[in-house]
């Protein structure tokens, strides 16, 4: 991975974790601020994503990669530029649906590199199961009150982050 790459995944990494640190202070932010932070958080995850996938070698692209990504930036700019998702039910069953579907990519990346890297295999399987876990909580609870959907939202970002981390210290 080129050091662009690395720069531009580490720093969405940090905003995603960041964002998730202050809602984890503030429990009581409104909806309406979580799903701006959200969208500009999946959007900027997106590009970060598409960065890093320019920055592989050949033999380690995958169409699951380039498909995380392209998920993002589209889930991203939905969230941005629709105005009437700020509400309440919305937001986390949205962000449920996207933590499903993105941690059901991240498990077929897990079966796909099973033999060749076995300690990244186990990481992938780990998380796209708590990744799996949390979405299916989001979507079947979603009005389960403001603080805990914004702790929940909060405890999403730092996933997101961690698993930009990773990336970037796996390559």
Do not use: C, D, H
């Given at each position: 991975?080129?050091?662009g ?10 905003i995603?974790i960041?964002?998730g ?6 429990p ?8 701006w ?6 959007l900027?995850n997106?590009?970060a994503?598409?960065?890093f996938?320019r920055?592989l070698p ?20 939905y969230l ?8 309440p ?11 499903v579907v993105?941690s059901l ?6 079966l796909?590199?099973r033999?060749e ?12 199961m708590l990744?799996v876990v949390?979405g299916?909580?989001l979507?079947?609870h979603?009005?389960?009150?403001g ?6 939202v909060?405890?999403?970002f730092?996933?997101a982050g ?10």
């Open positions: 991975m080129n050091q790459s690395k720069w531009g995944v580490m720093t969405s990494a940090f995603s960041s964002v640190i202050f809602l984890f202070l503030n009581r932010t409104n909806l309406m601020t979580i799903s932070l959200l969208s500009v958080s999946v900027f997106g590009i994503g598409l960065y996938y920055g050949s033999l380690a692209k995958s169409l699951w990669l380039l498909l995380a990504a392209g998920l993002e930036i589209l889930i991203g700019a941005l530029l629709g105005g009437f998702l700020n509400l039910v919305l937001i986390p069953t949205i962000l449920g649906i996207w933590l993105l990519i991240r498990f077929g990346q897990a796909g590199l033999k890297v076995p300690i990244l295999t186990n990481y992938l399987f780990w998380s796209s990744g949390l299916f909580f979507i079947n979603p009005m389960v009150g603080g805990v959907a914004a702790l929940l909060a405890s999403a730092v996933y961690l698993v930009q981390l990773m990336k970037v210290l796996n390559s």
